[in-house]
């Protein structure tokens, strides 16, 4: 069963903290994409990975870095999150560039 | 000034009907399209792709290119209650397409009234 999955699913930090969000495929995709989701905005490309250590920003990558250590898993970190940042964040995953996107279920992130 | 736009913003459309649901890029460059569907608490899901003009089907629902206006749009016929969600456009210009870039519209939020 192809899958994409995302934790925490809901998360609540105050500003300043750092926050880590995770996000794992089971189908070897090559590629895998985080986003993030506000209304009236769509869905804007924050970071994109190639494979393993292979990563590009997207759009919006300010205020963001990430990991891609094993071809399955790929996290997005917040160093010093802001209230700005609250958002949904989606990770998403295909078999090669310009491939369908899978998308996961979304973490909810709010930074008071 | 968003280079995908889509209208109508929200949309409602009584069970049985047809749903159209337009987008427009104001980059010349984008050639690619897909239509994304997302229900309430999910991720978004592809629907389909289009790349070539004129139209593309699949079961009940049909995409339409045209690229000489800049113009993709999407219908949905004998709605179901079921295709309520939020459906997003999504381009790509040839450049990026390597990349895996795309480029996502703001979405149309549809209802269907049973």
């Known amino acids: 069963d192809m899958k994409v999955t995302q934790m925490p699913r809901y998360l609540i930090k105050r500003m300043g903290e750092n926050v880590l969000l995770e996000c794992g495929q089971d189908?070897?995709?090559?590629?895998m994409y985080w986003y993030r989701q506000d209304p009236g905005l769509g869905l804007q490309l924050i970071y994109i990975s190639y494979d393993v250590d292979s990563n590009s920003e997207g759009d919006i990558p300010k205020g963001y870095r990430v990991s891609r250590k094993k071809r399955e898993h790929f996290s997005l970190i917040l160093d010093s999150a802001k209230t700005n940042q609250t958002s949904v964040y989606f990770c998403a995953s295909s078999l090669g560039r310009g491939r369908e996107q899978y998308f996961g279920p979304g973490t909810r992130l709010t930074v008071l | 000034q968003q280079k995908v736009q889509q209208s109508p913003e929200s949309l409602s459309v009584p069970e049985g009907g047809m749903a159209s649901l337009n987008c427009t890029s104001s980059d010349r460059n984008f050639q690619y399209f897909w239509w994304y569907r997302q229900h309430s608490g999910e991720g978004p899901k592809a629907l389909m792709?289009?790349?070539?003009?004129g139209d593309k089907k699949e079961g009940r629902f049909t995409a339409h290119l045209n690229k000489a206006s800049l113009h993709v749009s999407l219908h949905i016929r004998d709605s179901q209650p079921s295709d309520s969600a939020l459906y997003f456009c999504?381009?790509?210009?040839?450049?990026?397409?390597?990349?895996?870039?795309?480029?996502f519209g703001q979405g149309t939020k549809l209802s269907i009234k049973p």
């Open positions: 792709s289009i790349f070539s003009d």
């Open positions: 189908m070897s995709h090559e590629t």
């Open positions: 999504a381009a790509s210009d040839p450049r990026n397409y390597n990349q895996g870039k795309l480029i």
